[in-house]
Each structure stands twice: as C-alpha cells, then as structure tokens.
C-alpha cells in the first residue's frame, strides 16, 4: 500500500500549499504496513511517533501525519 507523510503546522494542523491549496505531503512508498511506514518516516525527518501515526520534531515545530492514499484522498 501506498503510505504518504502529510505535513502538520505547530498547532497540529495540516499545512496546505500557499498557491494550490493542496495537502502538502511528501510520498514515503509502498510498504507493507503502517508501522513500516511510520518507522521509515521517523527515520527520515528525525522525528518520534506520538499517537496514531502522528510523529512530531522536537521544540514544537511541528510534524507529519502517516496515512496511506486512501485516507490521503478523503483530505
């Protein structure tokens, strides 16, 4: 399944494109699971998961949500 990294402002909200006012997100790949999918997004960004994919950085900066097409295509 497809698994993409939605990106999250400070206050948790997902952070959209200035211009398009399209979900920024970055793809993280087909993988086998959400788990896979959430191991690989912190080791990519740096991150600690905290609750239902959600990882966050450090000094509340943010962060991203793990959520596969599907659910990307309901946002």
Known sequence: ???LAVYLNSG???VRHAETQG????QL?????????IDKACDHF?????LNGVIVKGNHTGGFM????QEFAEL
Not at 29 to 37: D, Q, V, W
Not at 46 to 50: E, F, G, I, L, P
Not at 66 to 69: A, G, N, Q, V, Y
């Open 1 to 3: 399944m497809m698994f």
């Open 12 to 14: 948790g909200g997902i």
């Open 23 to 26: 979900v920024m997100n970055m």
């Open 29 to 37: 790949g087909e993988l086998e699971s959400k788990e896979l999918a």
């Open 46 to 50: 740096n991150c600690t998961h905290v």
């Open 66 to 69: 793990i959520i596969d097409s």
